[in-house]
């Protein structure tokens, strides 16, 4: 199943992925001061798409992206894709499954490594 996944990233903004069913991120998020503010964007995905735009784009070293927008403010980036082709599967998934899609928040969990770390001192 697809999902929405929220993070934080290194210097404590959120952002949230959505993620194909296997488990391939299909775009990111920019990035939000806010938990709250990835789950209303999130929010208003599966419940107004149509006031989003997505937008293909070829950047210039030869490969397909496309970005979300709303109110010509640009909400999140697609991966690479290889092809036109790709790029239009990406999209499919994403129109295909973003209603369904779960929403899972990584964002509270503590590094995996500190306690070896600490223990290696």
Do not use: W
Not at 48 to 58: I, V
Not at 60 to 83: D, E, H, M, Q, Y
Not at 100 to 116: C, I, M
Request: proline content about 2%; overall charge neutral.
């Amino acid at each position: 199943m697809s999902a929405f996944v929220i993070s934080k990233r290194l210097n404590g903004d959120y952002k949230f992925t959505f993620a194909s069913r296997r488990g391939k991120t299909i775009f990111t998020s920019i990035g939000c001061k806010d938990k709250a503010d990835c789950e209303l964007i999130i929010a208003t995905i599966k419940n107004d798409l149509e006031s989003f735009m997505l937008t293909q784009k070829r950047h210039p070293g030869g490969k397909f992206f496309f970005r979300l927008s709303r109110g010509g403010l640009v909400l999140a980036n697609s991966r690479k894709f290889s092809t036109e082709r790709m790029l239009q599967k990406g999209i499919d998934q994403f129109l295909d499954y973003f209603v369904t899609a779960e929403v899972l928040d990584f964002s509270d969990n503590e590094p995996v490594f500190s306690d070896a770390e600490e223990d290696s001192e």
